[in-house]
């Protein structure tokens, strides 16, 4: 069964870091493309980074809002890609998700912009509020 579920959510100040985990199981999380998505409340949801496939060198992603700050990475010993976010602002508190392309060796810049139709399997979301 094919699952991914995030966790490192949490509440940081303002120019504070988290580090996002998404762990999957039933798949070998390095042969897909995985994308970084959130949604703000009463916003739709917006994609921020991608990863592709191992076989497409791990090409990586981010949009411009978060270039800089925001950074896609793999771990494929643990099944896991992480996004971890540096210099935290009050408009980043929203719920991220991790999503995946069901397609092997899926280069993921070849779906920009990135596109929740694009993305196949889904976790529940963790949450991230930027407070002080």
């Known amino acids: 069964q094919v699952q991914l579920v995030e966790s490192g959510g949490g509440l940081v100040q303002p120019g504070g870091s988290l580090r996002l985990s998404c762990a999957a199981s039933?798949?070998?999380?390095?042969?897909?493309?995985t994308a970084w998505f959130r949604q703000a409340p009463g916003k739709e949801r917006e994609g921020l980074s991608c990863?592709?496939?191992?076989?497409?060198?791990?090409?990586?992603y981010h949009v411009d809002s978060v270039k800089g700050r925001f950074t896609i990475s793999r771990d494929n010993a643990k099944n896991t890609v992480y996004l971890q976010m540096n210099s935290l602002k009050p408009e980043d508190t929203a719920v991220y998700y991790c999503?995946?392309?069901?397609?092997?060796?899926?280069?993921?810049?070849?779906?920009?912009?990135?596109?929740?139709?694009?993305?196949?399997?889904w976790g529940q979301g963790a949450q991230v509020t930027v407070s002080s």
């Open positions: 990863i592709s496939a191992r076989e497409r060198d791990d090409t990586t």
């Open positions: 039933g798949f070998t999380l390095d042969n897909y493309a």
């Open positions: 999503a995946t392309r069901d397609l092997e060796g899926s280069d993921c810049l070849a779906y920009i912009p990135l596109s929740i139709a694009d993305y196949d399997y």
